[in-house]
């Protein structure tokens, strides 16, 4: 849920329960949910599947916030900040789940980066609904966090 993979444990009809563990509650923004509160859902990508965009694993690698929302023409241009600890993996025409939405970093400065939306995005997630200030779950890009694990015990 908005970035968090998590199982389901109970349906009945339109509602679903899942269990959340304390450490997935430290690192998301899931404890500030309740009734009624939207969050983005997918389901999981089955084995066979065709990818048609970047690969996200569920995996929220911290939270960030809301800095700034601007208007370009039919997009909307989001500004976020990330901790410190994922700028390294922010590189402009790069990938970052925000809320679980798969986005192309547009442009970015140390932990902060800006994505464009497009109407399509803006409608169908909750990314519209966002605002200044507000915190959102970010994944930073596995393939550069592989990277960087194969670099590091490489000695490197």
């Keep these: 849920m ?15 329960t899942v269990d959340v563990s304390p450490e997935t509650l430290r690192r998301t923004t899931l404890a500030g949910g309740g009734p009624g509160v939207r ?8 084995v066979g599947d065709r990818i048609g965009g970047h690969v996200v694993l569920g995996h929220v690698d911290g939270v960030g916030v809301v800095e700034k929302i601007r208007p370009d023409g039919d997009w ?7 901790p410190r600890s ?7 025409k790069g ?6 939405v798969s986005l192309t970093v547009y442009e970015c400065d140390g932990p902060r980066f800006t994505v464009a ?11 519209g609904e966002r605002r200044p200030g507000d915190r959102v779950n970010l994944e930073a890009d596995v393939f550069l966090k592989h990277i960087e694990s194969m670099l590091r015990a ?3």
């Design 117 to 127: 939306l497009i109407p399509h995005t803006l409608a169908v997630t909750t990314l």
């Design 2 to 16: 908005s970035g968090a993979c998590l199982t389901v444990t109970a349906r009945r009809g339109r509602r679903f």
């Design 95 to 100: 990938s970052i789940a925000v809320d679980g």
């Design 154 to 156: 490489r000695g490197r």
């Design 39 to 46: 969050v983005n859902l997918e389901r999981a990508l089955r």
């Design 76 to 82: 909307v241009r989001y500004r976020f900040r990330a």
């Design 86 to 92: 994922l700028a390294r993996y922010l590189v402009e």
